[in-house]
């Protein structure tokens, strides 16, 4: 496995400002959402993304906005932070008209092409190879589009994964996948199930990908190396994988309360909170406290007035049942 030293410039503390905003937007949104949920507003399950926040708004801010993100079911930060308002995602997870998929997708199935968001994928792993076909489209097609596809490390154990690397890896595609290896999968312990220690990047590496570990819970860290892997990617030096080590504050899904995780655990990942830390971190960088304290007051207004706009949606029509189903708008290739 290499460890590459990113060849980007850092950021500068109006940068790093907007990647607190980022982070801040992401924990108060999942934050609402599962207040809502325990509303009974929210229709179906969700996963959250509360702890975690660091690496989709590192990767985002590392990425420009042809590029294309692939994400898993715990897929809101991954949508949200690629531009995406707050109003249709929450408002689609009420199953609500005014919802970014009508109200018909639900949590696990947010997507805005408009945006580069090709999707949240509930199938462990099956939206691996899918990037490698969207990244195998940019480079047939000389864009300089790079796909960049998230998953978890208990999705390293599925085979599509392990396809998915070998096409990057022979055909250099400009595609970087991240790892969020927040050591569980579901109820079981990854290392438990997992022959090597680092589920994705000792595996990578195998396949000959440049292979990343990063702390994820530092987002300057992530976007680093994010933009150094995109960079690569971009200039047809192939595929990276990275793995962003972290935790889940909360359970699995949203019934979970996750008590399968030891208290000591749980209570050290807390204290590597990646947002305090960001927040410490801006202000020994000179950012004011009233400097901070004006994002948070600007974040909530935003996450209330999306909670107001979403619950004002509709329900949604039967009209809607066939429509978005097919990509020609109708079933006429059965006949
Ligand atoms: C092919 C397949 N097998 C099993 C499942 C059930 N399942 C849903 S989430 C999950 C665990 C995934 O863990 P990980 O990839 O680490 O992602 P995390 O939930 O931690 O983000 C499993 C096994 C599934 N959705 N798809």
């Known amino acids: 496995m290499t460890t590459t030293t990113p060849a980007v410039s850092p950021m500068d503390l109006d940068e790093k ?3 607190y905003r980022t982070q801040l937007a992401l924990r108060f949104f999942e ?3 599962y207040d809502m949920f325990l509303e009974n507003l929210v229709k179906g399950t969700s996963h959250l993304s509360l702890g975690q ?9 590392a990425m420009k906005p042809t590029d294309w993100t692939f994400a898993t079911y715990r897929g809101h930060a991954h949508t949200l932070a690629r531009g995406v308002p707050m109003t249709p995602v929450l408002a689609e997870l009420l199953g609500r008209s005014n919802g970014l998929m009508a109200g018909k997708g639900g949590s696990m199935h947010l ?3 408009e945006h580069g968001v090709m999707g949240s994928y509930a199938i462990i792993g099956a939206h691996l190879p899918i990037a490698c076909g969207a990244a195998w489209s940019a480079q047939f097609r000389g864009t300089d ?3 960049v596809c998230f998953f978890g490390d208990g999705s390293t154990n599925i085979g599509a994964f392990h396809e998915a690397l070998n096409f990057a890896a022979i055909w250099k595609l400009p595609v970087v996948f991240v790892c969020e290896n927040n050591l569980w999968m579901e109820y079981t312990r990854t290392t438990e199930v997992t022959a090597v220690e680092n589920p994705a990047a000792d595996r990578a590496s195998a396949y000959g990908l440049e292979s990343i570990m990063v702390d994820g819970n530092d987002a300057d860290a992530v976007y680093e190396v994010a933009a150094a892997a995109i960079a690569r990617a971009r200039a047809g030096e ?3 994988m990275i793995e962003a080590k972290t935790y889940r504050h909360g359970g699995h899904s949203r019934a979970d309360p996750g008590k399968y995780r030891p208290d000591s655990e749980v209570a050290e990942w807390l204290a590597k909170d990646p947002i305090p ?5 801006l202000l020994e960088l000179g950012a004011t406290e009233d400097q901070l ?3 948070e007051r600007d974040v909530v207004r935003e996450v209330d007035l999306a909670t107001e706009e979403a619950k004002a949606g509709g329900v949604p029509g039967e009209d809607l049942l066939m429509k978005d189903v097919w990509a020609d708008g109708g079933s006429s290739w059965r006949n």
Do not use: D, F
Not at 56 to 61: E, K, L, N, P
Not at 277 to 281: D, F, G, I
């Open 53 to 61: 926040e660091a690496i989709a708004a590192g990767v985002a801010a």
């Open 145 to 147: 589009q790079v796909a």
């Open 293 to 295: 304290v004006e994002i």
């Open 111 to 113: 997507t805005s092409v």
């Open 277 to 281: 830390r960001y927040h410490t971190r």
């Open 31 to 33: 934050q609402r959402a």
């Open 17 to 19: 400002l907007a990647l």
């Open 238 to 240: 192939g595929p990276s």
